[in-house]
C-alpha cells in the first residue's frame, strides 16, 4: 500500500490489509451482480445466483429480504467479508433504488472507499450523480467499473467525458475494452501490459490472461481480429494524450477515479477491478468523532452503529446493529461500554457477515463490519468504546418527503403496530412521529416505495395487516433552540407538533409558507431538514 506523505504511524499489518467499500449506482446497472462475482473470486460461493431467479437458480446471496427477491432488487445495504489473495474485503452493497437512499448515505459513513458502477450504454444516470455527491462531501476514494460491455454500449471516450463533466472528476482508464456489444472480446489491461479475453460460453469462468509485452507484441495478432487491433492502438494512442495517467495520491484524495471496463455476468474485469481495489484501495482511515478523531491503530477498541436491521431471521425476533470498528483488535465477549446509556455491554455473540449467512466473530480490526445481535439497546449512530466517551460524528437523518397516516386493521391491535413502528423507526426503514394531539401515528419517508416495503415487512413480520391514508401534513421539520423559545413555541402550535421516536420535537408543515412563518414569527426557533444521529 502506498504510504502518504503524512506521519501518521504505519498499520498494523492485520488492519493495513483491511479494505472497506461500498459499491453504488443507479438500480439495474449490475451492482448486485458484481457483488456475486466479488464473492464468488474471494471463493466465498461456489456459483453466483441470478438476480432475477430462473425456475430453480440460485437466488443472490446478498438480497435477503422477501421483497428483494420478489422483485429482484436491493432494498437494504447488506454486508459481507470474504478473503481475496492477502487482503480482507468488507463490503457493503447498498439499495440503487432512489426511495432508499437514506440507508446508502449512511452506509457511506461506515466505509473508506466506494465502487461506482456505470452502465456502459447508460452512462452517468440521475441516482449515481446524487450518491456520488454523498461521496464527495465525505472525500470519500473512487473507483469506476462500466459494466454491460458485452451489450451495446457508447463509445469509451464518450462515458469517460461524461464522468469528467457530470461529476468533475479526472477519470484514468486502468483497462480499455476491445470492440464492444458482439465484437466485444475483452479489455487491453493498460496497468499491467496483458490482454484479457472473455469467455462467452461460461459466464463463471475467470477470463484467461495473455501476458503481452506492448501494443507491437505479435501474439495480439493471433488472439484480437486485426480491425479491432487497429482501433485499439488508436484509440489508446488518445487517451494516453488526453487522460491523466494513474496517481494513487489522488486517487486517495477523492479527485481522481480509475475505470475499469467489463461485464459482471460474464465474470470479466471482476479480477482486475478487485486487483485495483487491493493495490489502491485505501486501507482503514481515521473516523471523525467527538471530542476527538479515532485512528484504526489504537489498541483500544472503538466502533460505531451504522445501520440496524431488524428480524433478518424471521424465526427469531431478532435485531442486528452493523458496527464498524473504528480502532483496535476486538475479541469476543469482550465488554465495551455503551457511550449513550453509559453502560457496559458484554458483546458475546458478534456475526461476521457472508450475505444472509453469517458465523460467529471470533476476532474483528479496525475496518472490519461486524453484526451485534441486540433487544433494541443499540440504534443508528451509537458508539462503542473501551470506556473512553467518544462520539462518532456525521451520520445523518434525513427529513421525510412524503408523509402518511397508519392504522392497523384490527383496531385492537394498536399496541402491536406501535411496537412494530417503533422498530421500524430504530432502524432508520422510516421515521416515525406521534403527533402531540389526537392518536395514532405518521409515518416519514423518503421514496413511496418504502410504504409498500413497510407495509409487506409489517404483514410478514408481525402477522398485522396495516392501512396507510393521505395526511394533511407534507413535510417534517426538527426544532431546536433554547429550552424556553421551545416551549413557548410548542404551545402555541400544538395541532402542528409531534416528537419523534427519540423523543425529540418534530414540526410538521403543510406547506413551505408554514416554515418561513416559524422563521419570521419565532427568530430563537430553528427548524432543520436533518438532524445528527446521536445522542
Known amino acids: 500500500m502506498l504510504d502518504t506523505a503524512t506521519n501518521r504511524p504505519e498499520l498494523p499489518p492485520e488492519i493495513a490489509r483491511r479494505r472497506t467499500f461500498a459499491i453504488i449506482s443507479h438500480p439495474d446497472a449490475g451492482k448486485t451482480t ?5 464473492l464468488l473470486y474471494g471463493g466465498a460461493i461456489q456459483m453466483a445466483g441470478q438476480v ?3 425456475g430453480e437458480a440460485r437466488r443472490t446471496r446478498s438480497d435477503f429480504m422477501q421483497m428483494e427477491k420478489d422483485r429482484g432488487i436491493s432494498v437494504s445495504a447488506s454486508a459481507m467479508s470474504f478473503d481475496y489473495n492477502n487482503f480482507r474485503f468488507n463490503l457493503v452493497d447498498t439499495p440503487g433504488h432512489s426511495d432508499f437512499s437514506e440507508d446508502t448515505y449512511r452506509t457511506l459513513t461506515a466505509v473508506d472507499a466506494a465502487v461506482m458502477v456505470i452502465d456502459g450504454a447508460k452512462g452517468v444516470e440521475s441516482q449515481t450523480q446524487k450518491l456520488f455527491e454523498v461521496c464527495r462531501l465525505r472525500d470519500l476514494p473512487i473507483l469506476t467499473f462500466c459494466n454491460k460491455m458485452d451489450r451495446e454500449s457508447r463509445d469509451v471516450f464518450e462515458i469517460i467525458d461524461e464522468i469528467q463533466e457530470n461529476l468533475a472528476i479526472d477519470v484514468t482508464p486502468a483497462s480499455w475494452p476491445i470492440g464492444v456489444g458482439r465484437d466485444f472480446v ?31 507484441d505479435p501474439k495480439l495478432v493471433e488472439h484480437v481480429p486485426e480491425h479491432l487491433l487497429e482501433q485499439l492502438k488508436e484509440e489508446l494512442e488518445m487517451a494516453r494524450e488526453l487522460l491523466p495517467p494513474l496517481d494513487p495520491q489522488a486517487l486517495l484524495d477523492g479527485t481522481l477515479t480509475p475505470i475499469w471496463f467489463g461485464s459482471a455476468i ?54 442486528v446493529a452493523f458496527v464498524r470498528m473504528a480502532s483496535g483488535h476486538f475479541k469476543r465477549g469482550m465488554k465495551l461500554t455503551h457511550v449513550r446509556s453509559k453502560k457496559p455491554m458484554a458483546i458475546s455473540n458478534p456475526v461476521l457477515f457472508l450475505a444472509s449467512d453469517r458465523e460467529l466473530a471470533e476476532e474483528a480490526w479496525a475496518g472490519d463490519i461486524i453484526g451485534i445481535p441486540n433487544h433494541g439497546q443499540l440504534r443508528i449512530g451509537d458508539t462503542l468504546t473501551e470506556g473512553e466517551a467518544l462520539r462518532v460524528s456525521g451520520i445523518p437523518s434525513f427529513a ?53 416495503v413497510l407495509a409487506s415487512r409489517i404483514e410478514l413480520e408481525y402477522g398485522l395487516p396495516v392501512r396507510f391514508d393521505q395526511s394533511q401534513f ?32 418534530v414540526y410538521l408543515t403543510r406547506l ?17 431538514a436533518t438532524k445528527e444521529m446521536m445522542t
Open 52 to 54: 432475477r431467479a430462473k
Open 186 to 216: 475483452g479489455c487491453y489491461d493498460i496497468l499491467h501490459d496483458r490482454l484479457e479475453l472473455m469467455d462467452r460460453a461460461d459466464r463463471n469462468k475467470v477470463a484467461e490472461s495473455i501476458e503481452i509485452n506492448g501494443l507491437d
Open 266 to 319: 460474464n465474470s470479466f474485469g471482476v479480477k482486475e477491478l478487485m486487483d485495483g481495489i487491493a493495490g489502491y484501495g485505501p486501507e482503514p482511515q481515521v473516523q471523525k468523532a467527538l471530542p476527538r478523531e479515532i485512528s484504526p491503530e489504537e489498541t483500544k477498541v472503538s466502533g460505531f452503529v451504522f445501520k440496524v436491521q431488524a428480524n433478518m431471521d424471521p424465526k427469531h425476533r431478532d435485531r
Open 474 to 505: 407534507t413535510s417534517a421539520r426538527w426544532v431546536n433552540g433554547d429550552k424556553q423559545a421551545v416551549d413557548k413555541f410548542i404551545n402555541a402550535n400544538k395541532q402542528h407538533i409531534s416528537y419523534d421516536h427519540d423523543g425529540d420535537v
Open 34 to 38: 458484481l457483488t456475486e462475482k466479488f
Open 400 to 452: 421525510p418527503e412524503l408523509l402518511q397516516g397508519v392504522r392497523a386493521g384490527d383496531p385492537m391491535k394498536a399496541k402491536h403496530l406501535e411496537k412494530a413502528l417503533m422498530q421500524f423507526a430504530e432502524e432508520g426503514a422510516a421515521k416515525v412521529f406521534k403527533p402531540s394531539i389526537g392518536s395514532g401515528f405518521i409515518v416519514g419517508v423518503v421514496g413511496q416505495l418504502q410504504f409498500e
Open 512 to 528: 413551505q409558507w408554514d416554515i418561513d412563518r416559524v422563521e419570521r414569527d419565532y427568530p430563537d426557533v430553528r427548524l432543520t
